[in-house]
């Protein structure tokens, strides 16, 4: 996937982000990540029994890349949909999905225990 967004942006390595934390890494404020939900229906966070948004990492990093064509690139919300629309995202190698899901189902099991 290409990096559109400052390479500089550390994203913490963990499950969920409240709309707080992705506020913060994105320097945005959490109404602008509220509206964005509405106009592009990529970002799908989960919501918890009493309403919580809870994005996964792939969220956090799709905000940044719509912040950037946004902000930097002075892309109209049209137009930046269109061009997340016709994105290629480069498939992901078996191993790098493994290492994925390996690192999920430790933050799960930590959870569990506590």
């Known amino acids: 996937m290409q990096n559109y967004f400052n390479s500089e942006i550390k994203i913490p390595d963990k499950l969920y982000f409240k709309i707080g934390e992705v506020s913060e890494i ?24 009493s309403g919580q948004r809870h994005y996964k990492k792939g969220d956090v990093e799709l905000v940044l890349r719509i912040k950037h064509l946004l902000y930097d690139k002075k892309f109209t919300i049209q137009g930046a949909r269109q061009f997340l629309g016709s994105e290629k995202f480069e498939n992901k190698s078996s191993s790098s999905v493994i290492e994925d899901l390996r690192r999920q189902l430790i933050d799960i099991r930590n959870i569990l225990n506590g």
Do not use: D, L, M, Q
């Open 26 to 49: 994105a320097g945005i404020p959490a109404s602008v990540i509220r509206f964005w939900e509405t106009e592009f229906p990529k970002i799908n966070p989960k919501r918890t029994s």
